[in-house]
């Protein structure tokens, strides 16, 4: 059943028990909608406890509904007519009260929440804003810069900052239901505090939102709906409460019906379907308590501060003392760089790094249950580490290689036991970037392809099964995205006009700067090493560039010129000059057409992926670059994007 009454006393407590996560589709609404009536009519009932079954509270709209037209009773009204019940309802929060399921929160007269619960409205994550008085209500609980704040970000807040803010009336621990009904009976002896939409809300003034619109156009980069929320928000802080529900639901109603919100919601399913996928369904995973990782530089230290931050104790194994001591720097570093943004406490960083020990003796990968290698990207190296590791490890260890373009059939040959050998690769920064390509080779058993997932969901990463190729998916991709780019050059397209072009579309940078930023130099070495196995492999602008010294910001410029100490890119006259024997004059391109050629290369490399079985579904390449290489989320990924 989906929603339960029952009785303490002249309480009665209300219990959704609507699976996986509450969500308000139609038959819920519905079900509330007539408990409402119910309890009104009921003389013995002085006041309701709304609680929830399950992991959380409701969790929202019901996003499959979202496809097709919405059928009443509608959200809003559901929320009015709690909050003009004949007696008080509670809301009891446990888990997340997200969106919807907030906004029936905030029709209840009063909101308890469990300590460890959140509240929020992430409506803007799925590209539409609140569409049952979020935008209204929020301001009148908690003002308008904390409404601004939680609407335009999306981001939920814990209990304790809720209470602060005077989204919830009281954080509770224990028994949330019988705490409720406590804080209920309470409440009965006092006067009733005013139902939200009643109270009253303070304007700020037109200079103050004009200062927000700027913060948050600067940040959405193309993308709708934050901007659309504000507009809501300053709606419902300037006119009265039914204009402004009127007005928020219309946004709602032409934002859901979007391509941004399509393509959102695109990417929410995808995003939920990655972790767990169907041809795993049922092979349990290995339990990973210990890891180690191999290897302490960029890639080793950012993977064991993921472990770290989940939890594991790590094991870090490095070349030689000095190395050793440099790992523990870096991972130092990681961790000092999250206490200055605010995001660990000093304490919290210590007790991670507590839970490192670095060193070069094997003897300890003995018990790991779990061993990552991020050393060199050389395969006589990562060959003689697996050797090793073949002798230290448990034979039941799952042994990992983070390489970027090595075939890890190769690195894994003569490994013993081959079943529990497998590719995990890594993004840049590991401990930041949520892509995890996870790549078995052909021995690699399932149970160890489900612990690499397991291992991506208890890390918060998204993990995409690849198949080998030179670069797997997402570099595979980035290859041609670049040659597309080049491509455009060479036929006359200034370099700044594909970056601008691109950064319109909504990357944060485009492929030149980025290159630039992270030096050309690592993609010529790769394609001299194949150059040099006998491969043709045909020179690139950027081989021009980084054989005349410039491979990027490092060196004082690249595809651009860079000042002293500023990262600002400046067209640059001695790049022309070196390729101009290579660049032709074309047709001058508008911004869509030259973001039409590239994101349609990258698309067209996906479908070469999906045909060759590399990728094994279409949202996979959608993911893979939304989550490792800043393709515009609201885009839907370039497979999405085209349709
Ligand atoms: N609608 C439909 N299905 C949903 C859903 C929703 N709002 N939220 C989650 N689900 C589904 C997921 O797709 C998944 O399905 P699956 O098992 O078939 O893959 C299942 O519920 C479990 O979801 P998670 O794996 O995300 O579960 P977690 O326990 O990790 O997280 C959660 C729980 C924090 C509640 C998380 O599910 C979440 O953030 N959900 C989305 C919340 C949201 O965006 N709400 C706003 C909706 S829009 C809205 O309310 C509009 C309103 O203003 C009118
Ligand atoms: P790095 O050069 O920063 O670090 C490599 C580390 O391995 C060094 O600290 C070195 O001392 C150590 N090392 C070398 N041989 C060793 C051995 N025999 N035993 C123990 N430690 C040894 O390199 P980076 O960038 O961290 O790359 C590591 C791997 O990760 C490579 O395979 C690379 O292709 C891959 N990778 C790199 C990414 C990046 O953006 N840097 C992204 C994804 C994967």
């Known amino acids: ?162 209470l602060a803010l005077g989204l919830v009336d009281a954080v509770v621990s224990g028994n949330l239901r019988a705490e409720a009904v406590t804080f209920a009976r309470a409440a009965l002896t006092r006067p009733l505090p005013p139902p939200v939409s009643a109270r009253p809300v303070t304007a700020p003034g037109a200079d103050w939102w004009d200062i927000q619109r700027q913060a948050i156009a600067g940040r959405a980069r193309g993308e709708l709906a934050p901007l659309r929320a504000l507009d809501c928000l300053r709606v419902a802080a300037e006119r009265p409460f039914a204009e402004a529900v009127a007005h928020e639901r219309a946004t709602f109603l032409d934002l859901r019906a979007s391509d941004q919100a399509a393509a959102l919601r695109h990417l929410f399913f995808a995003e939920r379907a990655a972790a767990r996928p169907a041809h795993l369904a049922g092979i349990e995973p290995r339990p990973l308590r210990k890891a180690a990782v191999i290897g302490g530089g960029t890639m080793g230290a950012g993977i064991a501060a993921a472990l770290r931050e989940a939890g594991r104790p790590v094991v870090l194994i490095e070349r030689d003392a000095e190395a050793a001591e440099r790992g523990l720097g870096n991972l130092r570093a990681i961790f000092d760089g999250a206490v200055r943004r605010g ?11 507590d839970g490192v020990t670095a060193g070069i003796d094997d003897s300890r990968l003995a018990d790991a249950d779990l061993v990552i290698e991020a050393v060199f990207e050389d395969l006589a190296v990562k060959r003689e580490v697996f050797a090793r590791l073949a002798r230290a490890c448990r034979a039941d260890a799952i042994l990992a290689t983070n390489t970027s373009y090595l075939d890890p059939r190769q690195i894994a040959e003569g490994l013993p036991e081959p079943g529990r050998f497998i590719g995990l690769h890594f993004f840049s920064p590991a401990h930041v970037m949520k892509l995890l390509e996870i790549v078995p080779i052909p021995a690699t058993s399932a149970e160890t392809l489900a612990t690499g997932f397991a291992l991506a969901r208890s890390l918060g990463k998204i993990p995409v099964q690849a198949g080998i190729c030179e670069g797997f998916i997402g570099n595979r991709i980035l290859k041609r995205y670049r040659a597309e780019a080049e491509a455009l050059v060479r036929r006359g397209t200034p370099i700044a006009a594909v970056d601008a072009a691109m950064r319109r579309y909504g990357f944060a940078m485009g492929p030149f700067e980025a290159q630039d930023l992270g030096g050309l130099d690592i993609a010529f070495v790769q394609r001299e090493a194949a150059r040099a196995a006998g491969k043709d492999v045909p020179e690139t602008l950027g081989d021009i560039l980084v054989r005349a010294g410039r491979k990027g910001q490092k060196t004082g410029g690249g595809w651009y010129d860079y000042a002293p ?30 973001a039409a050629r590239l994101t349609g290369a990258m698309a067209d490399e996906g479908k070469a992926l999906l045909a060759e079985g590399i990728a094994r579904k279409s949202s996979d390449i959608d993911l893979v670059e939304v989550h490792g290489y800043g393709f515009p989320r609201w885009r839907g990924g370039p497979m999405f994007a085209a349709g």
Request: hydrophobic share 45%.
């Open 343 to 353: 995001r660990l406490t000093a304490a919290q960083a210590q007790e991670r790094m």
């Open 565 to 594: 100490g500023d990262r600002t890119p400046q067209p640059s006259e001695a790049t022309a000059a070196l390729l101009a024997g290579r660049i032709a004059p074309g047709p001058a391109l508008t911004d869509d057409a030259i």
């Open 1 to 162: 059943m989906t929603v339960r009454i029952d009785r303490d006393g002249e309480i009665a407590v209300v219990t959704v028990d609507n699976p996986p996560v509450n969500a308000l589709g139609q038959v819920l609404r519905q079900a509330l909608w007539d408990v409402v009536g119910a309890l009104d009519r009921d003389a013995c009932v002085r006041a309701v406890v709304l609680i929830c079954a399950g992991r959380t509270f409701i969790a929202g709209a019901d996003v499959t509904e979202f496809g097709s037209p919405p059928l009443p009773p509608h959200l809003p009204e559901l929320v009015d007519r709690i909050e003009a019940a004949a007696k008080p309802w509670v809301a009891a929060i446990h888990g997340s009260a997200l969106g919807g399921g907030f906004e029936v929160a905030m029709g209840c007269r009063f909101r308890v929440a469990l300590e460890s619960a959140s509240v929020g409205l992430p409506e803007v994550t799925l590209g539409i804003v609140p569409g049952a008085s979020g935008t209204v209500r929020t301001p009148r609980l908690a003002g308008v810069e904390a409404a601004v704040e939680l609407v335009t970000s999306g981001r939920p807040v814990k209990a304790g900052k809720a």
